[in-house]
């Protein structure tokens, strides 16, 4: 499946919704991120369970700034509403590769009593 344009108001429904959910944050004028984006479309067609959504930094202001973007592109990933990665920098394919294996191979029980084991600190 090829990715998905978010915007302010499609973010949160996505990411809450979706299961596992990939979130570029890019912009037209930004070379690593136009390098980065035929990886981006390839992992996101090998894995059609997965969301893939891209946010073009320009058109979405107030949501990359909400989201503290300060580099691009920056990849997010977000897993039953919750964010459990995030990187700035172009990812090469098998790096891409293996943190969607982990991803998909978190135990977020264990993610979820880390969270509130922090809030309780």
Do not use: H
Not at 83 to 112: E, H
């Amino acid at each position: 499946m090829a990715p998905v344009e978010l915007t302010a108001d499609t973010f949160e429904p996505t990411i809450v919704e979706s299961g596992i959910v990939l979130v570029d944050f890019w912009a037209g004028w930004c070379g690593p991120c136009l390098a980065f984006a035929p990886i981006y479309d390839a992992a996101a067609s090998d894995n059609a369970d997965i969301v893939f959504g891209k946010v073009d930094t320009e058109a979405q202001q107030e949501l990359s700034s909400a989201m503290n973007i300060r580099s691009i592109p920056t990849l997010m990933i977000f897993r039953d509403g919750i964010g459990v990665f995030s990187q700035a920098g172009a990812l090469p394919r098998p790096v891409l590769d293996d943190l969607i294996g982990k991803v998909r191979a978190l135990d977020m029980d264990v993610v979820r009593a880390q969270i509130t084991e922090r809030a309780n600190a």
